[in-house]
């Protein structure tokens, strides 16, 4: 038998500062190409190094709203990083809608 290979491309989208700044990306977002959905984010400081790089995964449903269980964030220039695995998400839309 043949083995299948699935590879899940990506699209990326670099964000400049602006016009008159630099052409050094302010951030950068990393989109499934299959569901649109946002895999990855990476902030840049004032000189193009990376501040933080952070992963989603695992989208799910919570109150109609898509959100990510598991989210890895490393902060490369303070030297640490955190995962957060979500068991619950609790929506709070009067706030911000």
Do not use: E
Not at 79 to 95: C, D, Q, S
């Amino acid at each position: 038998m043949i083995p299948t290979w699935i590879i899940r491309g990506t699209f990326c989208n670099s964000h400049v500062k602006g016009p008159g700044d630099t052409d050094l990306p302010d951030r950068s977002v990393w989109f499934d190409r299959l569901d649109l959905r946002a895999i990855r984010q990476r902030i840049f400081d004032n000189d193009g190094l990376i501040v933080s790089d952070t992963k989603y995964d695992k989208w799910q449903p919570y109150d109609g709203v898509l959100f990510p269980k598991h989210i890895d964030a490393s902060f490369k220039k303070d030297g640490y990083g955190v995962v957060i695995n979500t068991n619950a998400v609790k929506m709070k839309f009067g706030t911000w809608r």
